[in-house]
């Protein structure tokens, strides 16, 4: 791996299209993170997507990405 990655569980928000999904994160990179999704979604590899981190109640971080790898619950996006 490029970047180390670091074990969390935190609770994002995704947004493919502007239609937000909840999700977790369960590790974080300074290149991308790996994300628990809900059984009902899967985006595509290669979708692009927004990761919203809710860093206090008037703060959140917005990050770009693309989905790099999908399995079963589990994404993992790369961030731009």
Same mark, same amino acid.
């Given at each position: $791996? *490029? @970047? +180390?990655?670091?074990? =969390?569980?935190?609770?994002?928000?995704? /947004?493919?299209?502007? $239609? *937000? @999904? +909840?999700?977790?994160? =369960?590790?974080?990179?300074?290149?991308? /993170?790996?994300?628990?999704?809900?059984?009902?979604?899967?985006?595509?590899?290669?979708?692009?997507?927004?990761?919203?981190?809710?860093?206090?109640?008037?703060?959140?971080?917005?990050?770009?990405?693309?989905?790099?790898?999908?399995?079963?619950?589990?994404?993992?996006?790369?961030?731009?």
């Amino acid at each position: $791996r *490029q @970047h +180390p990655r670091q074990t =969390v569980h935190t609770a994002v928000m995704v /947004a493919p299209n502007g $239609r *937000q @999904h +909840p999700a977790t994160v =369960v590790d974080v990179s300074a290149g991308g /993170a790996r994300l628990t999704l809900p059984d009902d979604w899967m985006p595509n590899a290669g979708s692009r997507l927004r990761v919203f981190f809710l860093l206090d109640p008037d703060q959140v971080l917005v990050l770009e990405s693309r989905v790099a790898h999908q399995g079963i619950g589990l994404a993992g996006v790369r961030f731009d």
